[in-house]
């Protein structure tokens, strides 16, 4: 069951030789996928041999197998993790009766909504980085950027699969507008909005693998726990990948910081600009920017939406199964954040509907704990400086602080202090300019732009100078 099977058209785990319909319904879709591969995944290197991984098996002891590919040769297929014997549904009004193998009749609607929500970030992210390739800082990130991609491609089949598999017509039909809206645009945008935004250059790009992508690795494992026990073996898989993702945009930042550092010492200045590096305001600026457009993407505070997903069975928390309460949450509470006059304070809610902001807890303390990270570099290079997280309040466009502004320190500002001071705190123009000014593409093996040190080991064990994409 572990074993995948390559010899078939769509590499899968899930007997889909067995499945006449299924398979032919994936079948049809394959080539559409590959024709929005080839228009918006990355430009200019559909060519190369690129130094990939693939899942050869999903079990836990060494699923990977690295070898050059072309991307447009990879095998993108259908991946479940090893079911679980007598899974019960864990929470919510349907806990202790079994796991749904089908869709519950009552629950499709909200299911396939779910589904198609999730999916839909997959292949936007693709496009969001289409174009950073050309301005890579080594061949290493080059790959790296590669990887993600092909991976979040294997996502938006993970769940065409269950939207084919599960949806009927309906599924088919959710299928193929997955491929049809793009990240952007004005008239068929993605679902949600951190997905419309650009990507324009690689701290950018870091950042969002840090703080968009961890956005997803939260939703998945809230999916993981979900009743319908295809979402969630497919999900325990995609958590897998995820990680890589994690540690592609936490790194990232952190050699940028580090860099950064190393060049404040040598030439006894802040203002590394004219050194080729970032300076550390500006990461800070970055932070700040992407952290909070991420943290929209949990939705409301209170949200009866997600009430219901919980009692559906359908969507859990983080580690659900590590909880230690009844999994119904009925009559108990929660510490929401909460806006009173102009202060922010917190306020106990129903823990029912209170159920997005408990997993951007979790969330922000996941990020903190990168954050302390990058801030121990600062701090082993002696330098008096702390990046942090800005406050949930600031800039959010979602929930109980979408009509205020608040500064990164938690402060409610007035219209006229925000206009003043939003440039200190957000990327101008200029930083943008700036950072865009330092992307210069380097591809000889080893060597490493400017403004980034080199990581300190390469992939699959590999040296740094290998050519880990081939570009002759
Ligand atoms: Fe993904
Ligand atoms: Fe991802």
Redesign the pocket.
């Known amino acids: 069951m572990a074993g995948i099977d390559y010899t078939e058209r769509i590499p899968n785990n899930v007997n889909l030789a067995e499945n006449r319909r299924l398979q032919r319904a994936l079948e049809d879709w394959q080539p559409k996928f590959l024709e929005w591969w080839k228009d918006m995944g990355p430009l200019g290197f559909q060519a190369k041999d690129v130094y990939l991984r693939t899942a050869v098996s999903v079990d836990a002891q060494g699923w990977a197998n690295f070898d050059y590919v072309r991307m447009p040769d990879y095998r993108w297929g259908i991946f479940l993790a090893e079911p679980e014997p007598e899974r019960a549904v864990n929470f919510g009004d349907h806990k202790g009766s079994p796991a749904w193998q089908e869709v519950p009749g009552e629950y499709r609607g909200v299911l396939r909504r779910l589904i198609v929500t999730q999916g839909d970030t997959e292949p936007a ?1 693709v496009e969001q980085q289409q174009h950073l390739g050309r301005t890579c800082p080594s061949l290493y990130d080059l790959r790296n950027l590669f990887q ?1 991609n092909v ?2 491609g294997r ?1 938006l089949w993970a769940m065409v699969y269950l939207l084919d598999a599960h949806f009927g017509r309906d599924g088919r039909e959710e299928s193929e507008a997955l491929l049809q809206r793009r990240s952007g645009n004005a008239d068929k945008p993605r679902i949600l909005g951190a997905f419309n935004e650009p990507t324009p250059d690689w701290l950018s790009f870091f950042m969002f693998c840090f703080f968009t ?1 961890r956005d ?1 690795k939260y939703q998945l494992a809230s999916l993981a726990e979900s009743g319908f026990d295809p979402l969630s073996r497919t999900c325990r898989f995609m958590l897998t ?2 990680a890589h ?1 994690m540690f592609v945009g936490e790194s990232g930042v952190q050699r940028i910081v580090q860099r950064t550092c190393e060049l404040m010492r040598e030439h006894r200045t802040e203002d590394v600009r004219k050194h080729g590096g970032i300076d550390l305001a500006t990461i800070q600026k970055y932070v700040n920017l992407h952290c909070s457009v991420s943290l929209d993407l949990f939705g409301s505070e209170v949200s009866t939406n997600a009430a219901n997903f919980y009692t559906m069975g359908l969507k859990g928390r983080f580690e659900e199964m590590k909880k230690d309460d009844d999994h119904t949450l009925k009559g108990a509470t929660y510490s929401v954040a909460d806006l009173a006059g102009d202060r922010i304070g917190t306020r106990e809610e129903a823990a029912l509907v209170s159920l997005n902001e408990r997993l951007r807890d979790d969330y922000v303390a996941d990020c903190q704990r990168g954050v302390n990270r990058w801030n121990q570099v600062i701090r082993s290079h002696g330098i008096d400086v702390e990046l942090r997280l800005p406050h949930r309040a600031f800039r959010r466009a979602i929930g109980s602080f979408a009509d205020v502004k608040v500064s990164p320190d938690g402060r409610v500002l007035s219209e006229a202090e925000w206009d003043a001071r939003h440039h200190d705190w957000l990327p101008t123009a200029d930083d943008q300019a700036f950072v865009g000014s330092l992307m210069q593409p380097v591809t000889e093996p080893g060597r490493f732009a400017s403004w980034i040190a080199a990581p300190p080991r390469g992939i699959n064990g590999r040296p740094l100078e290998f050519e880990y994409v081939r570009l002759g």
Do not use: M
């Open positions: 992210s993600v991976e979040e996502h992508d997803g990948e995820e993702h």
